[in-house]
């Protein structure tokens, strides 16, 4: 059944920066941002990957510069794409200097690696010159030296944090936006709670280094979607060993499954049991391969039995919930009749082309 | 990198149930449900799903008995096997008696439709005399009448289950176990969190209706990850449209995810980025088609480059970084040297399984 009752404090009051048009934080809507896997100086490939990203929903896309021929392959992607992009600088900062010089929409540097104060310094000024946002992505493979040895703590990666943060106050530089990352769901969620606690800049959230698409999906969801939940968090990413569409399409899910993007058709089926006398896997299959891409939101259910059939089915704008051999179906609350099993795929796929062509 | 720093609260103080020697809450291990798909009355088939249920890694078995027919089936499924088997009663309570009596481990009945306080006071006797828990299953979607109207609210969901529990403690039945599922992840876990801050009664958790595998495991890992994180949960169950195998997969991915499972092999694994010159995603690919089903917990990374790749090899019993076209090769923090990208499957491997030899 939808939930809209007591709202969870979403969108907490951040600060605001703005990358190419696409605002972070201040309550503006949860972004979601991918990075490619492509090689940086194969443009074709970065280009092709960027649409793909686009298509699939991908607000924000980043990219690895790990070096000068990067830097310039940046340069001529930059020229062919309106894409928000964020230029991923480790090591040497005079690389995140010539980002911003190519146009970078935003930098994202690592306290880890990415040297003295002074550095962290030019870097601002040349951000600050092109009102540029840095991302201080503090990730918890990669502390600085001293953060690194012993056991690691959420405390270590906010400490990482707040230094950067510090010098780059101290340069006068306040569009900044950060991340506290880990394999660890919890050490994600405890450190990015202390992070809110302290300060206001916008967080991007993710859980790092989480794996093949199977089990990262299972821990971006858990770190993610805790701190979405508690009002944490203004742009994800959920990092996938593969092709980063995949990213994409789960930070969907995740977003959605948080009430924090509505757009799309949101299917409630059930796990069918001894109960069930209907092919609701079938069934349900059958539906989500054939529900067209929407910007609006409206729920479909498929349900087995009389159990929470009726409920959730008339809870849903289109639903069915299963008898012997028949559904009753339903649209919007009120019961349109039984049909026969054999016929509910196109009678339901019937009444959801029906609400969506009348609410257009 | 791995994080054994502060814990969070796991395992709150519930009070415990043994569900034929598989204990639920009082600070035992988090353990792992599924339901049987299959017709209860088709023995054979549910015989085949329970097993396939147990190698997977499920601890207790739920059997819908929606009518007599599937009550004398459950009695010849539970005369072939050990697993415990927990009875899923509606409409009728008369079944919950009689299912108790054919040696049902525990019941689950759902106050939205197990009807007067005289019918659930009859199940409590039954329920006594055996020493068989019962599960009281608030669902969202089958609220009791005069809360099913109007908005729903994790309030009306905890007054479902208080009720209940009511009911059974007058009838001095104690061994009382209690759900809170909703399809709203968010709901979900705002109705366990007041019920945790009532109760001590264990919680079994679940997001109820989560739809195909898909988008369902994503639903499920939000809700129950945010609520076992807070230590909130002593049993789980992923409900997904389709095989219960399946559920029983991503739920011990949620619990691994969580620190609450720690056997099997831990993979950690990086997105890869235009700054990798190895094929990260192939050979994780292939490690993990590769890697033995263990008890022991290991952890093993592989990681494309040097920004968090050394940090997180070193930090994993077993792991590789990558460089140019290369692998360092990292067992239990210590560097082995360099391996060539072609041989990095065989040779981590090959040191995966000299730990688990050694530990023996």
């Known amino acids: 059944m939808q939930y809209s009752g007591r709202k969870y404090k979403f969108h907490k009051n951040t600060r605001r920066v703005d990358v190419r048009g696409v605002a972070i934080g201040g309550g503006s809507q949860v972004t979601l941002q991918s990075m490619l896997s492509v090689s940086t100086t194969d443009v074709e490939a970065a280009l092709r990957q960027i649409r793909e990203l686009s298509v699939t929903g991908c607000d924000i896309v980043r990219i690895a510069l790990p070096d000068k021929a990067a830097v310039e392959a ?79 703590s959420a405390k270590k990666m906010l400490d990482a944090a707040s230094r950067e943060i510090e010098i780059l106050l101290n340069a006068k530089f306040e569009d900044i936006v950060v991340s506290l990352k880990a394999h660890s769901p919890a050490l994600t969620v405890e450190a990015n709670r202390l992070f809110a606690e302290r300060f206001d800049f916008p967080l991007h959230l993710g859980v790092t280094e989480a794996g093949l698409p ?55 089926s059930c796990p069918t049991c001894g109960r069930c006398r209907v092919d609701v896997a079938t069934i349900t299959e059958a539906i989500s391969n054939r ?44 019961p349109l009749g039984k049909i026969r099993e054999d016929e509910a795929v196109e009678r339901l796929l019937g009444e959801v082309n029906r609400v969506l062509v009348r609410s257009n």
Chains 1, 2 share one sequence.
């Open 291 to 334: 529900l067209p891409e929407i910007d609006k939101h409206i729920v479909v259910a498929v349900m087995g039995c009389e159990v929470n059939g009726p409920g959730e089915a008339k809870a849903a704008d289109v639903g069915i919930a299963g008898g012997d051999g028949f559904f009753l179906l339903f649209k919007e609350g009120k």
């Open 74 to 152: 940046f340069s001529e992607i930059r020229a062919q794409t309106s894409m928000p992009l964020v230029a991923d600088i480790h090591f040497d900062h005079r690389l995140a200097i010539l980002a911003a010089e190519a146009d970078a929409d935003k930098l994202r540097i690592n306290p880890g690696n990415i040297g003295s104060e002074a550095k962290v310094r030019e870097v601002a000024t040349a951000a600050k010159e092109r009102k540029i946002p840095i991302r201080i992505g503090v990730n918890a493979g990669s502390l600085p030296k001293d953060l690194a040895d012993g056991p690691l």
């Open 214 to 268: 199977r089990e990262g999906s299972i821990r971006s969801a858990i770190g993610i979607g805790t701190l979405l939940l508690e009002g944490i968090g203004d742009t994800i990413r959920v990092s996938l060993t593969g092709n980063p569409v995949e990213e994409v399409i789960v930070g969907k899910q995740i977003l959605m499954a948080c009430g924090l993007r509505k757009s799309g058709i949101e299917l409630v």
